[in-house]
Every structure is written in C-alpha cells, then in structure tokens.
C-alpha cells in the first residue's frame, strides 16, 4: 500500500504506544510512562510516574489487604530513569504501595551516560512540579548527586542490572522475567524503559567486533585511534568533535549534507572540517568491519580506511518484538482490524455526506433514499447535519480550550472557531436567513458563502454568475482574489485552523489524533501533487461554466467533482480517517483552497514561526504534534524559520505551545530574546 496512506514512519519517526486514560497501555494493568508516553522532558516524565502511581493507589484492588505477599508486589516498575525513581518514590511515602525497580544497567543510567558537565533544565517552569525526587536546573553531577543521595536515604527496592526480557499474564498477577532468570510478580507493571531502547545497528559483517561502540564514554580511552563515527545528527557530530581533540577521525553520514542538527554544531562541524580536524565522507554506508580497517560504500565506489573503533551513533529503536510479545499495541499499526474499521467509519461518513450534499448536487435515482428519508419535521436532512456538525465543534471545542486553557493563542483560535461554524454556518444559513432573507436563502446557499471562499466551496463563483446576481458574484470574487490573498500575506494559511468548517472540526474533534499524520517526504510529496491536481481541476470547471455556461453542467462535470470531492474526500475520507491517519487527511492532501493559499504564500507572505537557536532538545514533540506531517523540529534544530515557502503550515500554534523549552515563536524578536546568553553575543 502507499505508504503515505497508512502513515508509516520513515526511519527517523519514533512511534508510541497506544494509551488509554491514566497511561494505560493496550494490555489491561500495564501502565507507560516517561518518554514512551510523549514526555519530552524530566519535569514531565517524574510527573506522570506520580500521577500513574495516584491512580494505582486510589484503585479499589491497588494494593493488598495487609499488604502484598512476599513474592508479590503491587507494582513492578520496569525501568529506572526519572519516571520510574519519581513512581517507586511516590509509591513508597504516599502511597504505601510494595513496588521494585527493575534496571536493565543503573538507576538513571541515561543521565549518567551524558558528557561531563552537560546542564540539566527543569523545564517546563510553567508546569508544576508534583515528584518528590529533586529536580533544578544543574549540571548532570550535581543531579545525579543529589539523586544518588535521596535513593540512598529512601531505601528504595532497586534491582539493578536486572534486563526485562518479558511480562506475561500469570495467575492473579503479571509475571515479569528478567536477565537473571528471576520472575518477579506484581499486581501492575509500569514501564518506563524510556524511546532510547536498542541503539540502531548497521547490520554489516563485523559489526560483533568488541571495537564497535554505540556509546562514547571518554574521548580520551581512544587517544592516537583510528575512529571512525557513523551517523549525522547532533550525538554523532558531539562524539566526532570530542574525538576529533584525541584522534584521527572519520565521519560516515548516509545523506550528501547534515539536515537535522543544531547551529551551534553546524557552526563547530564545519570548522573543524575546514580546519583539517576530521574528515567527513557524506553519501556512504559503511559496507564492512574488518579488524584493521573499515569499507565503506562511498557513492557506489569502495573506500577502504585504517581503523582502531567504530562509533555508530545512527540512533535508537524501540523493542517492537518485545512490545509485540507483550501485547503493547503501538501507534500506526495496522492489521485486518484497523483496515476494516475504517472501511466501515468511511462508509458511515460516506452515507452522511451523500446525503447532505444530494438536493444541489445529485439528481441520481439510486441516492434519492438519502434525502427522502431524513427530512425530520421542518428541517431537512443538510440542516440536521449542519446542527449536529455545530454541536460537535462546540462540545470538543470547549473541551479542546480546556486542554489548552494556559496558551491565550490557543484560547482565541478555539473561540475563533466556535463562532464562525456555530453562527456564520450554522445559525446565520440555517435559521436566520431564511426567517429574514428568504429570497437570499433560495439562491444557491449565498450565506454559507459568505466565508467559504471558492475554491473551498467551487459553487462559490458559478452560482452567482450564472443566476445573473452581481452583488454575490463581486463579493465572491473579492473574497476570493483579494481577502484570501491579503489573510495569507499577514496570516499565512490560518483561514484553515481559524475560520474553516472544516478546519473547525479538524481543531476540535480531531485534536486527540493529530499525532497520526502521515509523515516523511513521501507523504510530502504527495500533498503537493494531490492539492494542485485538485486545484487545477477546481479551477477547470469554475471557469469553464463561467465561460460556457451550462455546456459543463450537462456534462455532470460539477455533478461528478460533487461526488468525487466534495463526499468523498472533504467528507468521507476527510473525516472518516481522523482516527486513524490523523484529522488533516483532506485540508493536507486535497483541500484545493489550502492549495491555493499555500501557492499565494509561497510568492508573498510574513507568516512564519522563528525557532529560538541552539535552544531544541530534540524531544520531538512539536513535529509529532503537528497535524500536517512538518518535521518542525528539523527546523528547530537548524535555528531555520517555519513559512510557507518550505511547508505547508497552516498557523494552528500547537507546535509553540506544546515544546516545553520555549524554542518556537511568532516574530523574530521573541525568538531572539528567549535564546540562550551565547547566541546573543
């Protein structure tokens, strides 16, 4: 299948688990917390162990009558990094919870792997910190002094060296099976593994070979080495740099340039190339291992060069065979279930949309039972629908402004939303033109166009034109060539998460699946043949009914792009796959107006978002948060502006208010002034 169609992640994309309420997992009484599930800091991820271990605890069966026997624990915690040290602490003094930390190396193992000297933020400040394992803003000896000393002090049951190697469903309990051969028994199991998981291998011969790393520990082990460091993003440059001061160092990246780095190691990289420090061989692959020498694959030529170690720091991935045998259902999986439940919620929203759209655009017999079936007292079947639509964007919307109650942008674009498709396409088309302005209300639903600028609604210029009604044709024409191109200029494309029914419902509705975005450059690559594909087709008949009347028409040439377009991609498919690729399958791949507008600011637009430089921590939640599939935190890291000449951003803001480091911002100024004290020099 396409792969843009079924989301499925490219290399880089980590992909989640599935989670329920209270961070359960797909498996009842398996709970994830941490990086796993989308904490992209300390501050957040010591939180949600506390929160999982609250709810555990206020459980009617959460813990023990008497306590838990001596070989079962009420929760067993699988991992101990900072949500599971802040999970086993709160349920050691608040909750008097019997747990045990299991640790495949040591207790926050990750932290202590990170360079010397490497600064720790408690950020974000805005959020409160419930955990009780210290946390400020330091310097990662000082944080791991501090925790070495609260574990020693609270005599936590930490299992260290102990690897997970499965959780099963025992008797009453779950039995987890570790390294040791020990089965450890616990009413619960909270996994907090964190998404690092097993570092990325080359899969080449020689790679088992004890010179191959996928950690640097100290640059100096490996003074007067032949080091060769396999990888392109910030940890490979960091390692090449650190080594580049003690060795003679080769860097091997896959791609012909750095695209996913900070500035400041761009800044570093490039100097230290110029300057003759190491060397960089882009477009290669390393091809073999051998004991004194590596092969590399360098633009389809070999390229043999002296070796002494092997550093592949190409990433991290996540045990999916280990989630697998588990019964961890993770994000964008897809099985014969998930193929057949969108067919059906697609053909649920196919039948609802039919029939909406059936009196303006389809005299077929065989859909007549569509409309003469839902006209329920006075209102028919289109009005229900366009009430119930509301209803749903009100409901979600109110909900959706709650979640996001501490950003004022948030609040304004939810209000934004609210009242253009309860009042301008609700109330005003449906109830108040036709009690004060029948006449108008007759004449090809004029009201609704008042904000449905063509080509979002093609009727928008034809209409108007061919009934001979001037007033609507010029004001449809100044909307269209002039509104929308002026909104674009200071606005960028926010018409679509600000103004549009569509939109409207995409923001509220869909705001819990956004995540599922298709992303990757094919997907990329297939919004822009989608959307001009639609838009050129939009603007065929618009202007060829203008021109030839109703010669098109009789051709059922508007007819068919009705079917085709208007239910069953605006409609069908763009809803019906909210839950399952993400609520912005029809804005992002055919919505010909988001095309249009995408074009205009591609010419002349001052919309952008401005990343703060050599801020991003890489956590990744703004390019998982972004529903139109933008890798923002490429961008980010590169310190590079957001626009419409290099995305297809559509200004809903989600992505500057979920980073938790305040990297992203409207204007150049605020991203300036957040920047760290040596940018600003």
């Known amino acids: 299948m396409l792969r843009w169609l079924i989301g499925r992640p490219d290399q880089d994309e980590v992909r989640l688990p599935v989670l329920k309420g209270r961070y359960e997992s797909s498996v009842p009484g398996l709970h994830i917390v941490g990086d796993l599930a989308g904490a992209p800091t300390i501050r957040v991820a010591a939180n949600q162990g506390v929160e999982v271990m609250e709810h555990i605890g206020s459980l009617p069966d959460g813990r023990a009558e008497g306590g838990a026997g001596d070989d079962l624990f009420d929760v067993v ?34 932290i202590r792997e990170f360079p010397k000297g490497k600064e720790i933020y408690a950020e974000p400040k805005g959020v409160e910190y419930r955990a009780r394992l210290w946390l400020k803003d330091s310097v ?61 291998k080359l899969g080449v011969p ?30 490979a440059i960091e390692a090449a740099l650190a080594l580049a001061e003690v060795a003679r160092v080769t860097l091997s990246y896959r791609r012909d340039g750095f695209f996913r780095i900070k500035t400041k190691n761009r800044e570093k990289i490039e100097a230290a190339r110029a300057a003759g420090e190491l060397e960089v061989i882009f477009e290669s692959d390393v091809k073999e291992i051998g004991e004194a020498e590596v092969v590399l694959d360098v633009k389809g030529e070999e390229r043999r060069i002296a070796n002494d170690c092997v550093l592949v720091a190409a990433g991290a991935e996540l045990p999916h065979k280990f989630f697998k045998r ?120 004029y009201a609704f166009h008042l904000v449905l600028a063509w080509p979002l609604s093609i009727k928008a210029l034809p209409a108007p034109w061919a009934a001979g009604h001037t007033g609507p044709f010029l004001y449809a024409v100044g909307l269209t060539f002039v509104g929308i191109p002026l909104l674009v ?52 008949l618009t202007f060829a009914t203008i021109f030839f009347g109703n010669w098109l028409a009789a051709a059922e040439g508007m007819h068919l792009y009705g079917i085709w377009i208007d239910i069953m991609l605006a409609g069908a498919v763009g809803v019906g796959f909210y839950w399952f690729m993400g ?94 004290e040596h940018m600003k020099s």
């Open 326 to 445: 588990v019964g961890i259902r993770m994000e964008k999986e897809w099985t014969w279930k998930r193929w057949a439940a969108l067919l059906g919620v697609t053909a649920l929203f196919w039948l609802a949309y039919a029939a909406k759209h059936y009196p303006p655009l389809f005299p077929y017999p065989q859909l007549e039972w569509t409309w003469e079936t839902f006209q329920f007292g006075k209102l028919h079947w289109w009005q229900w629908f366009t009430l119930a639509y509301s209803a749903v964007v009100l409901f979600w919307g109110i909900k959706a402004m709650r979640k996001y109650w501490y950003s004022k942008f948030q609040r304004w674009k939810y209000a934004s939303v609210i009242f253009f498709q309860c009042f301008m396409l609700c109330i005003l088309p449906v109830f108040l033109v036709p009690l004060f302005a029948p006449k108008w209300y007759a004449d090809a639903g």
């Open 489 to 540: 200029y200071f606005q960028g494309s926010r018409f679509c998460s600000w103004i549009c029914g569509c939109g409207a419902l995409a923001e509220t509705l869909g705001d819990e699946v956004r995540h599922l975005a298709p992303r990757g450059p094919k997907s990329i690559r297939f919004e822009t043949i989608a959307g001009r594909t639609v838009l050129v087709l939009a603007s065929i």
């Open 77 to 110: 915690i699988v991992g101990g990094g900072s949500s599971g040290i802040a999970a086993a602490l709160e349920a050691k003094c608040c909750q008097r919870l019997k747990t045990v930390v299991l640790d495949a190396r040591r207790a926050a193992n990750t």
């Open 583 to 676: 609520n912005r399958v029809w804005c992002r791949f055919f919505c010909p107006l988001r095309m249009y507008m995408n074009l205009i600011g591609r010419i002349a637009s001052r919309f952008r978002i401005v990343p703060s430089r050599d801020k991003c921590i890489a956590c990744g939640q703004c390019s998982r948060e972004c529903q139109m599939g933008i890798p923002v935190m490429d961008f980010a890291k590169q310190g590079a502006p957001v626009t419409l000449k290099n995305s297809s951003c559509i200004g809903c803001g989600i992505c500057v208010d979920v980073c938790p480091v305040d990297v992203l911002h409207w204007n150049e100024e605020q991203a300036r002034a957040a920047e760290p």
């Open 206 to 235: 020689g790679e088992d070979r004890e010179k191959v790393l996928y950690q640097l520990y100290d640059a100096e082990e490996h003074r007067d080495e032949n080091v060769l460091v396999v990888g392109g993003g910030d940890s």
């Open 140 to 200: 990662k000896e000082e944080l791991l002094e501090k925790w070495d000393a609260q574990l020693g002090k609270e005599g936590l049951d930490i299992r260290e060296g102990e690897e997970v190697k499965d959780i099963r469903r025992g008797k009453g309990a779950f039995e987890v099976e570790t390294s040791k051969g020990n089965v450890h028994r616990g009413r619960r199991v909270v996994l907090a593994i964190g998404k690092r998981g097993n570092p990325r």
